[in-house]
């Protein structure tokens, strides 16, 4: 069939991950080059690198806002648990080389106290941070698969993310 695009699916409702990193090692490869691969509902940002890598173009999920949340944030350097109380009285920014709107105007302590009392502020600051995070790394990956330099952005993406926060 000569579609418009693809989609792979069924590979991000509860099945363990090597399942899907299975399917992902023969599926994209398989579909017209010339058309878009979407794989559906995939999520962390390990994931994503590893669907470019894997050759895939588009993806979506509820994983930014739904982790924001539930104070699960997404850093450069590793997640970050906010309602972890080490973060109490953290005034650092949730990730220094962020330059969104809550970065650039919370503290780690603030959005911690606004998570633990249950303000409606928390999940909207925490998404906000969310959201540009993937927004940025996907705007990296196409930047560094322009440049020809995609396999040295993902040695580095991996050494940021196992530094941890």
């Given amino acids: 069939l000569d579609l418009p695009g693809y989609a792979i699916g069924g590979v991000s409702v509860g099945e363990p991950k090597e399942e899907m990193q299975r399917i992902m090692a023969h599926t994209p490869h398989r579909l017209p080059a010339n058309k878009p691969r979407y794989l559906m509902g995939v999520g962390t940002p390990e994931d994503l690198i590893e669907g470019v890598q894997g050759g895939v173009d588009m993806f979506d999920c509820v994983m930014p806002t739904r982790n924001a949340r539930n104070g699960h944030l997404f850093t450069?350097?590793?997640?970050?648990?906010?309602?972890?109380?080490?973060?109490?009285t953290d005034e650092r920014p949730l990730d220094e080389t962020c330059a969104c709107y809550t970065c650039k105007n919370f503290s780690r302590a603030y959005l911690h106290h606004?998570?633990?009392?249950?303000?409606?502020?928390?999940?909207?600051?925490?998404?906000?941070?969310?959201?540009?995070?993937?927004?940025?790394?996907?705007?990296?990956?196409?930047?560094?698969?322009d440049d020809g330099r995609f396999a040295a952005f993902v040695v580095q993406f991996k050494a940021d993310r196992a530094r941890g926060v």
């Fill in 76 to 88: 450069r350097f590793g997640d970050l648990r906010l309602r972890n109380a080490r973060y109490k």
């Fill in 114 to 145: 606004l998570d633990r009392c249950g303000e409606m502020l928390s999940p909207m600051l925490n998404s906000i941070h969310n959201l540009h995070y993937y927004v940025n790394l996907m705007r990296e990956v196409r930047e560094a698969l």
